[in-house]
């Protein structure tokens, strides 16, 4: 049985998979070019932000517009993989790198009831959904 220690969600497959995701803010710039009369050009730039769920971190320290804008530099939780120890198919022991080639997901919504998570979740950490294969 895997057990995932922090949010307590438990499954008899062959590995569960935990994705953390922190909404956050994403820069896009566009760059339009103008031709100058008497020649040359002029480049301008705009920029714009929207926030976005991401299971990466943005590092929004090199945003043109960094205030109002600001990422999280560190992550409370941490996206995770949990492997079985030993699987067996019959009589046949499967070895890690076919296991580790095992990468169909599935994911399962869990309600806030059935977390047993150790202490409150804080209000930027969305409902989790149980992935496993």
Not at 11 to 31: A, F, G, P
Not at 64 to 69: A, C, I, M, T
Not at 82 to 92: A, E, N, P, S, Y
């Amino acid at each position: 049985m895997l057990k995932d220690g922090i949010f307590g969600v438990t499954t008899d497959q062959i590995k569960l998979k935990r994705t953390v995701e922190m909404y956050q803010w994403e820069e896009e710039s566009h760059t339009e070019t103008e031709d100058e009369v008497g020649g040359g050009q002029t480049e301008t730039t705009t920029y714009s932000y929207h926030t976005k769920w991401s299971d990466t971190p943005i590092d929004s320290s090199s945003f043109y517009e960094q205030k109002g804008h600001r990422n999280p530099t560190t992550w409370k939780y941490q996206s995770e993989t949990f492997v079985q120890d030993k699987i067996t198919l019959g009589d046949l022991m499967l070895t890690d790198v076919f296991v580790n080639q095992l990468n169909t997901w599935k994911s399962q919504a869990i309600n806030k009831e059935e977390l047993l998570i150790k202490e409150k979740k804080p209000s930027n950490v969305q409902d989790v959904a149980l992935d496993g294969s």
